[in-house]
């Protein structure tokens, strides 16, 4: 018998449902609960064969407790390495690196200094050329963290005025600006690591409780062409659990954003039809790596990026 846990916050139905759909189909083989972290300790051996985290990102505890069972040999969804050193602007220059279509990003400093930092800190900075920047990307775009998730911080920028008001209130937050794609279709994909894709028409215009209320209609071909782009994502990063938003212009799909390895699954926002393909599907997965599994062995997933970087090995 081997355990899955999933490792949860404020969730309400995702977590749930899954423990009781894998439940159901380990037959028990395969048990399912809710992660229990008491004492945690580099000399223990954890029980768990998997864990799915979708909570980590908010408690820096429940990291290092996961990178610790992941030595010991328990499967984490996501890889907690990984995800402690990826950010969504690296991921944009990957995926430009990879031939997928990507709005044109631009990194820019925070706005305050780093805490502990003075003006010395900043001797290899030059001084912003704001009016090259706004001619590369035009009005209007975006202003987004470099690193963060769930719509936070989100500016659409509609002037020079309106930028220079809007970069003062990001405080210490280091920002991209990236081009605006005036969309026709918009899709939100659920991928898994085994290859499954799941394509959710998606509207982020509308209010937040209707977003999946979009009526694309979507052909065949572009069904094929996002379902390789969300493959291939997932394959360059090593995400077991991820989804990736497109935005079409002119009948091309744009990655607009692909680094979510907590994503929303509740059922709530989602709609029935969604929740229950992520349900079935990530039980499914979490049974697939339980298979697999085996203490005293490394059972994490790393992107085709990572296993392609070469190590020097000249000490």
């Not at 223990?44 to 010991?72: G, M």
């Not at 470099?146 to 209130?169: C, H, L, R």
């Not at 680094?259 to 997965?285: K, R």
């Amino acid at each position: 018998m081997k355990k899955i846990g999933i490792l949860f916050g404020m969730e309400d139905t995702f977590p749930w449902a899954v423990i009781d759909r894998i439940n159901q189909k380990g037959k028990g083989k395969y048990i399912a609960e809710p992660v229990r972290i008491g004492e945690v300790s580099n000399h223990k051996q954890y029980e768990y064969a998997v864990i799915i985290d979708r909570i980590s990102q908010d408690v820096p505890f429940y990291r290092a407790y996961l990178k610790n069972a992941a030595l010991t040999g328990t499967a984490v969804i996501n890889n907690p390495f990984w995800w402690s050193a990826d950010e969504k602007y690296f991921n944009y220059t990957l995926t430009q690196h990879l031939g997928i279509p990507t709005p044109k990003t631009i990194l820019i400093p925070s706005h305050e200094r780093p805490t502990d930092t003075t003006d010395k800190s900043f001797r290899n900075l030059e001084m912003m050329n704001w009016d090259a920047i706004f001619n590369a990307l035009g009005f209007p775009f975006y202003m987004k963290p470099y690193s963060g998730g769930g719509w936070k911080n989100v500016y659409k920028i509609t002037s020079p005025e309106d930028f220079f008001k809007s970069y003062a209130e990001t405080g210490q937050l280091v920002m991209t600006l990236q081009e605006n794609i005036d969309f026709t279709e918009y899709y939100r994909c659920y991928g898994l690591g085994n290859g499954k894709v799941h394509i959710m028409p998606y509207e982020p215009r509308n209010p937040h409780h209707l977003r999946y209320s979009a009526n694309f209609n979507t052909s065949d071909q572009m069904k094929k062409t996002i379902t390789d782009l969300v493959r291939k994502i997932n394959t360059a990063l090593g995400y077991d659990f991820n989804t990736c938003e497109f935005a079409v212009r002119d009948g091309i799909p744009y990655a607009i954003d692909f680094g979510n390895p907590a994503p929303d699954a509740e059922y709530n926002s989602v709609g029935a039809e969604n929740f229950e393909w992520i349900v079935e599907n990530a039980a499914s997965y979490a049974i697939e790596r339980a298979e697999k599994q085996e203490f005293g062995k490394t059972n994490l997933t790393w992107g085709s990026f990572m296993r392609g970087a070469v190590a020097d090995t000249n000490f």
